[in-house]
């Protein structure tokens, strides 16, 4: 398993990733 670090680190990149995505589909939604 990874460290607790590594994948705090992970998860954090993944999150910020989705939420851009998801921005950018409730933009596209609204319009």
């Not at 990874?2 to 596209?28: D, H, L, T, W, Y």
């Amino acid at each position: 398993m990874a460290p607790k670090k590594a994948k705090k680190r992970i998860e954090g990149a993944n999150s910020n990733v989705f939420s851009m995505f998801e921005q950018a589909q409730i933009q596209e939604f609204k319009e």
